[in-house]
Nanobody
Framework: QVQLVESWGGLVPPGGSLRLSCAASGSISSINAMGWYRQAPGKQRELVALISRSGSTNYADPVKGRFAISRDNAKNTVYLQMNSLKPEDTAVYYC????????WGQGTQVTVSS
């Protein structure tokens, strides 16, 4: 089992920045990749960014050049740095750890609005 605890999101003005974190505990050695997903009202959950155990990354097109995913293996934590935020980035953001199974965090609300 893997437990994931996400940091609080919040309200950010357009063009602002926010960093999310996700701390993993439990069967850490079973995790191959970690990622961030988001779900806006009335829409399906979608991938935002992935990072592998080796550190290779992958981003969804809408966030390329604005978001950055990173991981601190010593702290078992993955981060999502979000810059140049837009109103369309408003969503509940979920952390996911993937190994033999997939584990989800509880989700955190990010609202981009003036």
């Amino acid at each position: 089992q893997v437990q994931l605890v996400e940091s609080w999101g919040g309200l950010v003005p357009p063009g602002g920045s926010l960093r999310l974190s996700c701390a993993a505990s439990g069967s850490i050695s079973s995790i191959n990749a970690m990622g961030w997903y988001r779900q806006a009202p009335g829409k399906q959950r979608e991938l935002v960014a992935l990072i592998s155990r080796s550190g290779s990354t992958n981003y969804a097109d809408p966030v390329k050049g604005r978001f950055a995913i990173s991981r601190d293996n010593a702290k078992n934590t993955v981060y999502l740095q979000m810059n140049s935020l837009k109103p369309e980035d408003t969503a509940v953001y979920y952390c996911k750890a993937t190994g033999a199974f997939g584990y989800w965090g509880q989700g955190t609300q990010v609202t981009v609005s003036s």
